[in-house]
Each structure stands twice: as structure tokens, then as C-alpha cells.
């Protein structure tokens, strides 16, 4: 049991179970039944490794006919929930700044045949050049970043890639959703610094920059080093008749003989990577052709500035050779490096918060490992979202409970660790500690009997449709997919 009497601890508690009933409220339809789920999933007993394991944990009153039932008929108004989970409270960067981070995390389902709209799904496998294409589902995460070194991270947003997606739009229009929630809620509002949008190579920054450029935020994406970019062009001479060119000189990352001298540089000494040595450019584009995404751009492709970064560090984790890190900004010192301040301590600034992007793995590994978010074999995508939904629910209330609980220290664990510092597995380790000083809006379950079920010696004679995996082209067939 937890103790109420300090104002802290009560404050959190409160808001523990203001969510809880929140959430309970989005629940439409089953509403009971996934909600003691997802108590289930934050109490059982080590990880979880079935979906059918969790109906006989305590918290979960309902039998497992009415789990599988819940997911396959219940209903979550996520719009709603979307809202109430951006209404908490945030993590900042030091300077007070918002950081979100996005990325792709696939639910593999390779003997799925009857599962719709599965996708071949990039996986690394464990020696060099064995990466494989395996059928799944991918979906878009995006979480706020904490300051420092951390395995917690805010999820806000969660969505299924589609056969029909383009990647780059569904990551704009799911960040404009994110943006326009925070501000709904308050957590950003006029004169705030400007929110920063942090993402892998697979993103294309300046895409991302141009189609958010309305809100406040600021895009910082890694990028590929065989890039080639260019400066802006040179002003025009006067007389010269014709059209003026679009492109200045160009900048090949990897033909040091391109690099003018860099406008800043800086060296960071670091615990983990020795020294670290960034310089950055600035007002670097690419070069757009109408061709891709691009290809039903209007007129004239836009010339979108930025700076660049290049990171060389001495050492990395392991035994891994350390290779320069080069990121894009969509900002300048004209727009985004405040060039009266200190535009170096913003290089440094910059690419430790795209190092904190890394955390989000943590939260991937812990979804996944812990909380068995990819472990049911369900068959429809809608009771894939819904699963989902339901364990962000639950990985939100861990965020909001870190505070509550204490260590349960296994004996051959260290030293307790302060509540504060609790990493998600252990503050999920005492939940069920906390549990019964919080809202419990489900009902007792009432008595019923079960169904009469498929006479017996019947047999199936609707079988599944069968679905194959890929991506649908414009013209409506599956690329690689194509029968003759």
C-alpha cells in the first residue's frame, strides 16, 4: 500500500485514477471486459507470453471466451483516447522543449495467410547482411523523449501502415494530429520554444518539413552518407538574360573536397563515446525533381534549407568501427540557429537529442518482451489496433505510477532503486500493489452461461479468405504479388 499524505504522492495518484477513468470512458463498446485486460496485462506475473494466460490472472473477472470476444467486438473511440493521453504530463527536454520521436515497429505475422493487410516487413537479422523481408504489420509509433539517459518514453500516438500508404504522408499527417493535440492541451502555446521532430534515415526530413511547415515544429532526421546536396545559388548577374539557376555549389558527403570551412565546430567530451566532434553547414538543400513523392507537386519543387551536422565520435558500445553520423536540420541560423545567442551550444544540442531517439528502442523491447504486445495471434487488423490501444493504456499508466511504487527487489538484484529511477518493468513489478488505490470502473461481471457453440461432428465450411502481403500500386495490383 501506498501512503496518501504526502501532496506529491497524492497528486499522482489522482491523476493515475482520473486516467483510469478516462479511459474507461473511451472504452465503447465491451467496455469492462478490455479494461480489466488491460489490468490483466499490467499485473500478471513476469512477462507475458499468451493472450489467453491473462484470463486467469485475478484482476481479470471475465472468462476467456469474453477476452477473444472483447478484442473482436469491443470498441475504443480512439480519437477520444488520443486526446486523453496528451492531456498528461509530458517530458521536456532541459531547455523546456518538447522532442518527439518517430519510428516503425513491425508485428511480424509470417503464417498469417488470412490476416489482411500485412506487409513485408524489414528485420535485421544477427550477422552481417542478413537482413530479411518477413510479412507483418507495421506500425508508426510517436513518443515524447525524456532529458538524459532513460528507458521512458511518453507514447502518444500509435498507427497501422496500410498497403496503400505512402510512408512519408501517413508520418505527417500522424505527427500533425500529435502537434495539434499537445497544443490543444496546453502543453505548447505561443512564445514556447518551437517542438523538434526526431527521425531515422527511412524519413524523408525535407518531405516532412515542407508538409509541417505551418505548425511549430522543426524537423532533425539522419541521413544517408551518399547524400549530395547543394548550396544556395549564387546571385544573379546583371544582364543576364535566361533563367537563373536553381542550385549553388554542391556538397557531397562523402568528397571532403566539397566541404567548404564549416560554420560551427564543436568537441564534446562523453562517457560513453569518448570524444565527439560536430561541425554543421548551413543552408544546405536536396535537390527535388517532380519524381516520387514529389511527382504531383504543382509548379516549381521548393527549395527547402537547412543545416547539416556531421558527428564523429572516437568509440561505440561493442566492437563496432565508429563511422561519421550525419543528421539534417529544416532550419538555419536565419530561422532556427539563433545567431545573437550561441548557434554551437545548438549544434551540440541538436545531436544529443537525436541520440536520445535511441530510447525509444527501449520502449519498443519493452512492449514487446513484457507487455506481449505482438504475442496474440489475432487475425483481423482491427483487433490488432485495438490490442494496441490497449497497451499503450497500459504503458501509460506505468508512466503515470513510477512515482507510486517501490522497488520489489529480486535478491540477486542490486541495490533498491529510488523510486524515481524505476525503469517500466520493475514499476510494473509493484502495480498491483498500487492497483487497489485507484479507480476501479469496471463492474462485477454478471452470471451467464455459455453459448451452444458449433453442433457437434459439423464441420467449417466457410473457410478464410486468404490475403497475400505487399504493397498495392496505383493501379490497384500488388507489387511483386502479381499473378499472371
Known sequence: MISVHDAGTADALGDLSRFRQQFHQCLTARADTLFELTDAVLCADGPVTSLVELSLAVEHRRGHGALYDSLNQGRIDISRFRNVVARQRIPRCDDGRIALAIDVSNWLRPDAATSADRLFCHTYGRGKGQAQMIPGWPYSFVAALEPGRSSWTAILDAR??????????????????????????????????????????????????????????????????????????????????????????????????TWPEAAHRTTTQTTRYGTARACCWDRLHPKLTHRGTWADHDGDVPIIEGTVIRLQVDRLPGDGTPKPLWLW????????????????????????????????EHTFRFLKQTLGWTKPRLRTPSAADQWTWLIIAAHTQLRLARHLTEDLRRPWEKTPTKPGRLTPARVRRGFRNIRPETALPASAPKPSRPGPGRPPGSRNTRHAPRHDPGKTIKTGTRGNNQKS
Open 160 to 257: 497501422r501502415l496500410g498497403p496503400d500508404d505512402e510512408d512519408t504522408a501517413v508520418a505527417a499527417a500522424q505527427l500533425r494530429v500529435v502537434v495539434e493535440g499537445l497544443i490543444a492541451a496546453g502543453h505548447w502555446r505561443h512564445g514556447d520554444p518551437q517542438i523538434w521532430i526526431v527521425g531515422d534515415s527511412g524519413y524523408d526530413g525535407p518531405r516532412l518539413a515542407f508538409l509541417l511547415a505551418d505548425l511549430p515544429v522543426r524537423v532533425l532526421v539522419r541521413v544517408r552518407s551518399d547524400r549530395v546536396m547543394a548550396f544556395p545559388a549564387a546571385p544573379r548577374r546583371a544582364g543576364t538574360v535566361g533563367r537563373g539557376a536553381r542550385h549553388g555549389a554542391e556538397f557531397k558527403f562523402k568528397d571532403p573536397g
Open 329 to 360: 536540420f529544416s532550419a538555419t541560423t536565419a530561422t532556427g540557429l539563433d545567431p545573437a545567442g550561441d548557434p554551437a551550444a545548438d549544434v551540440d544540442r541538436l545531436w544529443q537529442t537525436f541520440l536520445r531517439r535511441f530510447d525509444l
